[in-house]
Every structure is written in C-alpha cells, then in structure tokens.
C-alpha cells in the first residue's frame, strides 16, 4: 500500500487546475489517473482538433475542453505538454503570455535538451520548467487508448538542471508517485544519451528490419517473433521524427554503437566461433531476464 502522503499532492488547495495539452494516449491518461487517484480540481484539456476534445470528454479524460491555448492555461497551476515535440515550440510561444506567475510547466516528451532549450526561448521567467518524461505507452495514439493504470509501476524520468528549485523536483517526484510511477531523477544530457540506447535506437532498429524484410517479400513468410521484434516500428512516424531530429547526436552515436556490435558478431560468424556466439548471446539472455525481473519487481534505472 503506498504511504498517505503519496496522494495528499492531488487533493492539494494549492492544486486546482491542470492543463493538459494534448489528449491523446498519454495526455488521456495523465487525466484518467488523476480523477481515479483522487484530484477533485479541474482537468482541462486542450488540443487542435474539436473532434478529438470531444471524445477526451465522451471519454472521461478531462472536464473542460478549448481549442485557445492561452485561454486553457490562463488559470491553471500545473500545465503538462502531451503533444509531438515538434509542436512544443509554438505551443510554448502562444501559452507564454496567459501563465500565471509561479505556474508550473512540465512534459510528456522523450527527448530534454532540446525541450530545455525551447522553453528557456519561449517562457517567461515568472514561471518554472522542469521536464519530465514517464516511461510508459506503446505504438498506439489516440485518447480511446488511455487508460487509468498507464503510469503504474512505469519509470518517471525528471530532469531538473542547476537551475531547478529542489522544492520542484520533489514536487514532481510526489506527483508522478501520485500517478503511479517511480520517478528517477537525471540530467537532460543524460536522459537523452541513455534514452537514445534504450528507447531511440530500438525504434530505429525495428523499422529497419522490417524494411529490410519488405526486399523479396520476406515479410510474408515472417512469424511471431518477427511480430514482437517489430511491434514498435507502428509507431507514429510524424511523432518519432520529432524524436530522432530533437536527439539527433545522442542516436547517431547509438547507432555507431550499434553497428560496431553487429561487427564484432558477423566477425564471430565468419571465424565461425560456436564459443564466442553462444557467449554473445547467453549474455543477453541472462542480463535481460534479470531486467525483466526487476522491471516487474523493483525498478531500477541507472543513474
């Protein structure tokens, strides 16, 4: 059972309004858990298209709709940007003047440095930023695949900088905890290098492979596994191009990684080394059965 004060941040005075900015899967969820976790304020949701507020609303996600940025934020205390990374810039730039002093501002998206940057650009000083990024989701968009458990269990990257007030991050930290996660706390500089393994690469990696089975139509002979492998690469595109161009560096230098490993496993092929391909692969084996334990019993994530 979590400890009492997890969930007293949700029925905070001080907490009455939360701007959601794009209600889709995560945006969706985020509101979700809020009401199923306690929050009594108010949700607002704010988003482009009239027809996908509608159904954040059909769907219990929020409690106010507006396609005016300034007008959903102008009163809010918490605002959390849930839409593609390519639209955070402007999103940042029309929001800036209706925040309120002391207003806190935070994010949903998978890379920081950037982010950081565009914030520092775009909001005033009156305000605080601290990004955040919960490490939960899958191929699917859309608010009609929120759900009020998304976040359980589910790491919780903060990623304060020198600037930060300490009261923030624990703030966030309580907040995220509310919700159900397990915040970590890093760098940008950090968050994006370790995501760019971790999460990046491996998006990289699967449409990769599935174009390189389009060639002579292997793809119709593929099976399960190519199922499980791939599952990512529905992803969508017009989102993770946002990511590769905002973490540019960091998955270049992945994917050098990457290649230099795939090196020294056709070399082992080539001198047809039955020893040192199993070595190759038991490692693997065994060190992602040991994060599968810890993933679904105590979280780790390296610092």
């Keep these: 059972m979590r400890a009492p004060h997890v969930h007293k941040i949700l029925q905070d005075k001080a907490l009455s309004r939360i701007a959601i900015v794009g209600v889709g899967l995560l945006g969706g969820s985020i509101g979700l858990a809020l009401r199923a976790r306690g929050f009594r304020g108010t949700r607002v949701g704010i ?14 996600a929020v409690d106010e709709v507006t396609q005016d940025i300034a007008t959903g934020v102008a009163r809010a205390d918490l605002v959390i940007l849930c839409a593609p990374i390519g639209q955070f810039e402007g999103l940042m ?36 930023f601290v990004g955040s990024h919960p490490m939960a989701g899958s191929e699917k968009t859309g608010v009609e695949f929120a759900r009020a458990d998304l976040f359980e269990r589910a790491v919780c990257l903060i990623t304060p900088t020198s600037r930060t007030a300490p009261a923030d991050v624990k703030w966030l930290e309580r907040f995220w905890e509310a919700l159900g ?25 699967a449409t990769a492979l599935v174009r390189l089975a389009l060639k002579d139509s292997a793809i119709d002979l593929a099976g399960p596994g190519f199922g499980d492998t791939t599952r990512i690469a529905s992803g969508d595109a017009a989102l993770w191009t946002d990511i590769f161009r905002t973490n540019s560096e960091a998955v270049r230098k992945a994917l050098d990684g990457l290649i230099a490993e795939l090196t020294r496993f056709r070399d082992k092929l080539a001198r047809d080394d039955a ?29």
């Design 47 to 60: 988003g482009r298209r009239a027809t996908s507020l509608e159904a954040a609303m059909q769907y219990g």
């Design 275 to 303: 020893e040192a391909i199993f070595e190759w692969l038991e490692l693997s084996r065994r060190e992602r059965d040991a994060w599968v334990a810890r993933r679904y019993k105590k979280e780790e994530f390296p610092t």
């Design 181 to 205: 996660g397990r915040p970590r706390v890093l760098t940008p500089q950090r968050h994006d290098a370790l995501l760019a393994r971790v999460s990046h690469l491996p998006h990289a990696v």
């Design 93 to 128: 730039r029309a929001m800036a003047g209706a925040l309120k002093p002391g207003t806190l501002v935070t994010d949903v998206g998978s890379t920081k440095v950037e982010v950081l940057r565009m914030a520092r650009r775009c909001l005033p000083r009156t305000v605080r």
